[in-house]
């Protein structure tokens, strides 16, 4: 790796909507930096960035990816992003190791769904955000009203850094805002109408600059270039940099730019955690060890990548470090800096540096190395699942190690082995990104899958008081079976503060109480004068708890209920945990049933963002499923943000319903709420199935 100051290093992640064209803008810059001999191309599938075969057959960036080369005194880390929302999980860990977001805003369809999407995380992530304007040699482009679309939504902070010299076949380059050159001959705008609104978004973060400027004192090009980077870190400039990167047109001005703008590393603010001690982070090569992995890949030849940023301190080969999800240090394997496919190794890694280690099944992604913790990269919650099962009988071990894969490379995929449904649940952002996921299976682990609807983990729960008891007697000559519960069933409300609880429903006798938070269970136990030994609770209460896992009324688990064991009898000689438990479980099989049952089904939250005229239609399908709409947000640019909470049984498909009502405008986002009463004739028709099914078992 090329010595290079921490100063001239840029982190860019580059990020936008789909077909935007970020990968070929990539690709150009590796070209126009002669980092790359070739002309690779997404279409041949000779791309630097999409180098899998899923990327190479869809033509569209799947996974991130990381690329370096040196350019005019400047080290540039670029991380190449999907740009369907549907893998928006990379996006978000390339933002964690960026300190600049290059958002691509395709000019022929403006601001799409995604775009608005990685603009608001880069946001979050607390980076710096510049805009490219790509694909300007496209027919049909109303520049004006493109700018307009960007600064209606984003603000008027964005402003252009240099505009196009013609539109379309007519295109043959981009004039500088910054530096207005004499001849603008051409210039779809005039770069000098610009010149002085960007000066001005520049100078804000300096009042003294700022004073002189509206005095008529412009700042000095030595000014400009100190305060760029600050405006672009504190918000007051976001960069419009114009582009067609397929006609190598604007390749060489946007690498200025990103020199120009692009944050160094230090001026993005972060902070790292030690116990009570909080840690400014610094790019010091002689400070702390402060290092995150962003982004973990195996490669066919099951070779762990672990992609690391490395804000302080530095990496070296066989340095032992430690990390934030393992107690013990880990001798660290062979830096390498990487270039797509291709890597590289090096003898050491410093601030500002991007880099992976292989092998090392230690890390995983989010952890941090050193001993102050930085904070973890929130992922957003997988909420479309499919139950999957091999074709092939006999392939279920090679299916579990598979998927286990994915999930350590895909922070945004989930694998549950559902005890309750018996079924073995993925889930991940969409259809399609499950659908790409099938497809590596068959190609890198030669797995092929059977996937259906997963079943919805409903639940059950009562919502009256009941008592009863139950008697387990049998005799079958020798020693003999008997033990006998009476019980006290009520409904327990979430949030119960549990020794009021007890208080409040006259509880006096209790011994003793325990309460299992996974169910929301609480038992009591208020017997007294053994009449049931306490050597035998314990089996009462394993009982109680096997019938809350099976249910009661459909076979869903249980939750929501405190029984109180208040009496009983036992035999000195015939009673026995076995007999005790089976007492307990068939005494809360029978009370459960007269405590008014009923399921519950998850309830989830959604966010829907849709142009403006679809709000209507929105609303009533929201309706017509059975939710209930919360009021609406403007989300800018003639959009508006939906707020709902409806059942997940009516949503689990829904990513196709609403991609046809606003003819793939549309974006939402869903996590779960909680658990309410499901209406009575859907319960009905629930528990005559697992009736039915329970009959066919038999």
């Known amino acids: 790796m090329a010595k290079v100051k921490v100063d001239d290093i840029r982190n860019i992640a580059v990020c936008g909507h789909g077909s935007a064209g970020k990968t070929t803008l990539i690709d150009q810059m590796l070209v126009a930096a002669g980092a790359v001999s070739s002309n690779p191309c997404v279409d041949d ?97 109303d520049f004006p009203a493109l700018i307009a679309q960007i600064q209606d939504v984003w603000s008027s902070a964005c402003v252009l850094f240099n505009v196009p010299v013609g539109l379309g076949e007519s295109l043959t380059g981009v004039v500088s805002t910054l530096n207005v050159p004499d001849d603008t001959t051409g210039a779809v705008i005039d770069p000098n109408e610009i010149h002085d609104a960007l000066i001005e978004s520049i ?47 604007g390749v060489e001005e946007t690498l200025e730019a990103l020199a120009v703008c692009g944050l160094p590393p230090g001026a993005v603010a972060r902070t790292a ?136 490379e895909d922070p945004t995929f989930v694998l549950e082995h559902d005890a309750q449904t018996k079924e073995l649940v993925i889930l991940g952002m969409s259809e399609l990104h499950l659908a790409i996921i099938q497809e590596r299976l068959a190609r890198r682990d030669h797995v092929e899958v059977d996937t259906k609807q997963p079943k919805i983990p409903f639940r059950e729960t009562i919502q009256a008081k009941a008592e009863g008891s139950y008697r387990h007697k049998k005799q079958s000559g020798g020693r003999g079976q008997f033990g006998e519960v009476h019980i006290q069933m009520q409904p327990l409300p979430r949030g119960t503060n549990i020794e009021e609880f007890a208080v409040k429903h006259n509880f006096p006798q209790i011994k003793r109480f325990t309460y299992h938070e996974k169910y929301n269970f609480l038992w009591i136990d208020s017997v007294v004068g053994g009449v049931i030994p306490i050597n035998f609770m314990p089996a009462v209460e394993k009982g109680l708890l096997e019938r809350i896992q099976r249910g009661v009324i459909a076979g869903y688990q249980v939750q929501d209920v405190c029984v109180n064991v208040h009496f009983g009898k036992h035999h000195p000689v015939d009673s026995s945990e076995a007999a005790f438990k089976t007492a307990a479980s068939m005494a809360f099989r029978n009370i459960f049933q007269e405590a008014k049952p009923g399921l519950l089904e998850p309830v989830v939250k959604m966010a829907i963002t849709v142009p403006e005229a679809n709000v209507g239609d929105v609303y009533s399908d929201i309706s017509g499923r059975g939710g209930r709409v919360q009021g609406s947000d403007a989300a800018g640019g003639g959009m508006q943000t939906v707020n709902a909470e409806i059942p997940l049984r009516e949503v689990t498909t829904y990513a196709r319903t609403l991609s046809s009502m606003t003819g793939g405008q549309g974006s939402f986002t869903m996590e779960f709420n909680h658990y309410e009463i499901m209406p009575a004739n859907i319960q009905q028709e629930i528990i005559s199935k697992a009736k039915l099914h329970e009959e066919e078992d038999e």
């Open 203 to 249: 100078v804000e973060v300096d009042e003294e600059v700022m004073e002189r400027f509206f005095e008529g004192q412009p700042p000095t090009k030595e000014e400009l270039s100190g305060l760029i980077s600050r405006a672009v870190a504190e918000g007051s400039l976001v960069p419009i940099i114009c582009s067609a990167a397929k006609g190598k047109i």
């Open 273 to 408: 955690v030690k116990d009570d001690q909080t840690l400014e982070i610094s790019p010091d090569p002689e400070g702390p060890l402060v290092a995150h992995v962003f982004k973990t890949r195996i490669d066919p030849f099951v070779q762990k990548l672990s992609f690391i940023r490395v804000f302080s301190g530095t990496l070296s080969r066989d340095q032992a470090i430690t990390s934030s999800s393992s107690r013990k240090s880990i001798k660290l394997g062979q830096p390498l800096e990487v270039l797509g496919n291709d890597t590289h190794p090096i003898d050491q890694a410093g601030p500002g540096d991007i880099v992976a280690v292989a092998k090392m099944d230690a890390l995983h992604t989010g952890d941090t190395l050193g001993e102050y913790v930085l904070p973890a990269i929130k992922f957003p919650k997988p909420m479309v699942g499919l139950a999957v099962t091999p074709k092939s009988r006999g392939d279920e071990t090679k299916l579990s190690g598979a998927l286990h894969k994915i999930v350590e």
């Open 45 to 141: 599938g000779t791309s630097i960035c999409d180098f899998d075969p899923e990327e190479k057959t869809h033509k569209y960036t799947i996974e991130s990816s990381v690329v370096h080369f040196n350019h005019n005194g400047k080290r540039f880390n670029i991380i190449d992003t999907p740009g369907y929302p549907d893998f928006i999980g990379q996006a978000i860990g390339a933002f964690d190791a960026a300190d600049t977001a290059l958002i691509a805003v395709n000019a022929h369809s403006g601001i799409e769904v995604n775009t608005r999407r990685v603009f608001a995380e880069a946001g979050k992530a607390g980076i710096g955000r510049m805009i490219v304007i790509t694909k300007l040699d496209s027919d049909n482009i």
